[in-house]
């Protein structure tokens, strides 16, 4: 995988919902929120993901699975901690 920095549209599910045809055809990556959290992200590939691609997403992943072990945390844990901190940063502002 390459190591470009790229924008990330941020949109709400509603809306990613209502124009998925059209992101579809897009090739813009997207994260897609649900009540100002990320649930998701699409990331189009118009052409078959190559191989070296593919090893790049499994190891990205299978670090991701060894940090979330070594920190204790399940996702589900993780995930409610994010939550907790994003109703934080809003009551600061």
Known sequence: MSNTNLEVKTIGVREFREKLTEHLMSSEPIAVTKHGLTVGY???????????????????SMQLNDLLEA?????????????ELRKQSKQVT
């Open 42 to 60: 699409y990331i189009p590939t118009h052409s078959p993901i190559s191989d070296s691609d593919k090893q790049s997403l499994t190891e990205l």
């Open 71 to 83: 920190s204790g945390l399940d996702s589900e844990t993780l995930i409610q901690e994010v939550k």
